[in-house]
């Protein structure tokens, strides 16, 4: 299985961007799909997660009410909405796949290729 995260790009403050993740291969119904994000110069960090088979949803306290994490099983792709945004969102925002619903990226064994997210103020 391969991830593709797309969706970036460069945004002002309050603005909306919604990031996708399209996985090649088949993802198993124990999954979790996450999105992490780094931002230069600090450690990844959890954003979002989501179980592959339920909508369970768990979300880092900074972006609660904000962003939005939902997945779509037929085209086997998960999706990061993100509303007013703000300029500490700025990092490089990366999917994974893990096998634990957890906000540890060390449980996290499949990772994308990330999308950069600016948000200018």
């Known amino acids: 299985v391969q991830l593709q995260a797309s969706g970036g790009g460069l945004v002002q403050a309050g603005d909306s961007l919604r990031l996708s993740c399209a996985a090649s291969?088949?993802?198993?119904?124990?999954?979790?799909l996450a999105w992490f994000r780094q931002a230069p110069g600090k450690e990844r960090e959890f954003v979002a997660r989501?179980?592959?088979?339920?909508?369970?949803?768990y979300y880092t306290d900074s972006v609660k009410g904000r962003f939005t994490i939902s997945r779509n099983n037929a085209k086997n792709t998960v999706y990061l909405q993100m509303n007013v945004l703000k300029p500490e969102d700025t990092a490089v925002y990366y999917c994974?796949?893990?096998?634990?619903?957890?906000?540890?990226?060390?449980?996290?064994?499949?990772w994308g290729q990330g999308t950069q997210v600016t948000v200018s103020s």
């Open positions: 994974a796949v893990g096998s634990q619903y957890s906000s540890s990226p060390l449980f996290y064994k499949l």
């Open positions: 291969g088949r993802i198993f119904s124990s999954s979790v």
């Open positions: 989501i179980r592959w088979s339920s909508s369970s949803t």
